[in-house]
Each structure stands twice: as C-alpha cells, then as structure tokens.
C-alpha cells in the first residue's frame, strides 16, 4: 500500500477517449482494469477530468474551414484542432462506467475555459493559468505522484512533466495509459519525460 504522501493521479480517462468515443484513443479502455488494479494499492486517489464548453476554442468545428488534427494559432501559441469532445454534461464527457475508484479524494476538471486548451492537469495550455491541483497536493502533503490514464502523449505527458516542474516525484506507469501517437507524437513524449526526470515503469514492476 502506498503511504500517505503518494497519489495515484488519473488522467481523463472519459468516455470520449475510449472505443466509441469522439476522440477514441487505441485501446483505450485497456487501461480501466489496470487502473482499478491500481487503484486498491493507494490510499490517496485524484482524477482530472476534461470539461469543455460547447464551441470550445480547441474544437475544428468552431474554425470554419478547419478539420481535426490541423494545427492553428491562438493567443498563447501552436493549438491542435480536436473533434467536439468531453463538451460539459454529455455522456462523453463522463468517466469510463469501468471506472471502479469509489475512494477516489477529488475531482479536478480542466479546460472549461472556452478560449483555453488543458492537457495538463495542473497548468492550462496557456502555461499561466492553473488547475489548483498542485496547492491541493502540498496542502495534503504528497510529495510522489503516480500518474496514469490517456493519453500517454498529451495529457498524460504534460500533467507529468508540470508534476516535475512542480517538484513532485513523478512516475508514470506505462501499462496503465494509451496514446494517440500523432505524427510521432508518443516517442517524443516518452523523450521529453525522461529528460524531465520522469520515471517510467509497469504496473508489475511499481514500488510502492
């Protein structure tokens, strides 16, 4: 069991990023049992939670002439357009029905801002405005995060990379997350979180 300055941290694993979902990531109700699996071996759970508005600046449909997966410009820089997804209220926009993490603490939900992307769990993708994530964790006392959801590449990655930046012990179990893997986009990741200090293991091989 995991003590109390360890979280088990689970990224957006919704509906929409599942099998049937508007931005179905591979296999990506793979990581539900494994995710569970982990769940029982923390006392300490949080869940981040993509929320959209409808018309949300990261969606292609509210770019005239813009199709999914291109990439613009925004005030804070380069946003990938995504199909309408986890748009607020919407069955896609709630947790897996798999999802067995009744003790989960908290529930932080990201990206309802309309003119700002959020992959990250705790910095928006303006890198200024924050989640509240990281003051919740100090005030708990964690000092390990362990991170696990989809996807790998996006959410994932930058929710990792700002717990280092943060200064949290941060790993990330591979086997419990899938990626998107756009245009090289997985190798990269995995690159950028092992130069941040990032630790990268299998549920098997975790120690807790």
Avoid at 85 to 90: R, T
Avoid at 96 to 102: I, S
Avoid at 184 to 194: C, F, I, T
Wanted: proline fraction near 3%; charged fraction near 20%.
């Amino acid at each position: 069991m995991a003590d109390d300055r360890t979280v088990l941290l689970v990224v957006d694993v919704q509906n929409d990023f599942c099998p049937g979902g508007s931005l179905a990531v591979t296999d990506g109700d793979a990581v539900v049992p494994v995710v569970n699996t982990l769940g029982r071996r923390f006392r300490h759970v949080v869940l981040t939670q993509d929320w959209h508005p409808a018309g949300h600046a990261s969606f292609a449909s509210s770019h005239p002439g813009r199709k999914p997966f291109e990439t613009i410009e925004l005030a804070y820089g380069p946003q990938v357009l995504w199909p309408d997804h986890c748009v607020q209220g919407s069955t896609g926009a709630a947790f897996h029905a798999g999802l067995d993490l009744t003790h989960a603490e908290a529930v932080i939900r990201k990206g309802f801002r309309g003119g700002i992307d959020s992959y990250s769990g705790f910095v928006e993708a303006d890198r200024r405005t924050r989640t509240g994530l990281e003051g919740y964790l100090r005030e708990r006392g964690i000092v390990r995060v362990v991170i696990a959801g989809l996807a790998t590449d996006f959410c994932v990655n930058w929710t990792a990379q700002d717990a280092a930046r943060a200064g949290f012990e941060t790993v990330v179990v591979e086997d419990a997350c899938r990626a998107i893997d756009l245009d090289g986009s997985l190798d990269k990741a995995w690159a950028d979180m092992a130069a941040a200090g990032i630790r990268r293991v299998t549920a098997a091989t975790l120690a807790l």
